[in-house]
């Protein structure tokens, strides 16, 4: 089993929709979470880090649930620049080991 | 505005050739990595660096070596390379602690090498 994993989708949605990718994670001392964008042919990029209480900006939500060892993304009004695959991204044991899943793939449509 | 820059960014080998990868960062973070990105995989840690002249092992380390002599400069090598090397390799590099209201765990990217390995 992957210490991180991600339902690859891919996740085909309408402009305009609402739509959330979960991750979870195995190592229940992992300390810092991320989500990730990265675009075809592209390096990542970080869209947004994950805090305990939650932490919206924007159109995107994350959500960190630590008993159950998952975190979510939230996009809202979807767009079509919007498309792309969606990494999460765990820090375990603040050692400097960042371990990504394997990527969630989005397609917003006109 | 450099950043983290990676060279070459295409290389074809012959299996049992040997190559090195050159990650240079800018930015004078602590931290450097080197992944491997493979279709359906996602991005898998081969090794780290959390500063000069140290270095551990990530996810998948075997075939792959690295030196980090100088802090800007996190080399990776393939002393000889197989086909299943195939694969698109990103250089990162990141700030150790909480810094500017950055932390650990914001990378920075390289845009990637190409390595094809016949």
């Known amino acids: 089993r992957k210490e991180v994993e991600q339902d690859p989708g891919p996740f085909n949605v309408p402009e305009g929709a609402t739509v959330a990718f979960n991750c979870t994670y195995s190592?229940?001392?992992?300390?810092?979470f991320f989500w990730y964008r990265q675009d075809c042919r592209k390096e990542p990029k970080l869209l947004m880090s994950?805090?305990?209480s939650g932490n919206e900006d924007g159109r995107f939500t994350a959500q960190l649930n630590r008993a159950s060892q998952y975190i979510s993304l939230l996009i809202r009004d979807s767009k079509l620049s919007d498309s792309a695959t969606y990494l999460c991204?765990?820090?375990?044991?603040?050692?400097?080991?960042?371990?990504f899943g394997q990527g969630t793939t989005l397609q917003v449509k006109p | 505005n450099a950043g983290v820059t990676q060279t070459p960014k295409f290389r074809v080998l012959k299996t049992g050739q040997s190559m090195t990868l050159l990650c240079a960062q800018d930015?004078?973070?602590?931290?450097m990595y080197w992944y491997r990105q493979d279709p359906g995989m996602g991005l898998r840690l081969i090794h780290y660096?959390?500063?000069?002249?140290?270095?551990a092992k990530g996810e998948v380390p075997d075939g792959y070596n690295v030196s980090r002599l100088k802090k800007q400069n996190f080399l990776l090598g393939l002393e000889s390379a197989a086909p299943s090397q195939t694969s698109v390799y990103f250089c990162?590099?990141?700030?150790?602690?909480?810094?500017?209201?950055?932390?650990?765990?914001?990378?920075?990217f390289g845009e990637g090498s190409r390595l094809t390995v016949l």
């Open positions: 990162a590099s990141s700030y150790s602690t909480v810094k500017g209201g950055l932390s650990l765990g914001e990378l920075f």
């Open positions: 190592n229940s001392a992992s300390q810092s």
């Open positions: 994950v805090y305990s």
């Open positions: 991204v765990v820090n375990r044991d603040n050692t400097g080991k960042l371990i």
């Open positions: 930015m004078n973070h602590e931290y």
């Open positions: 660096s959390v500063g000069e002249g140290t270095t």
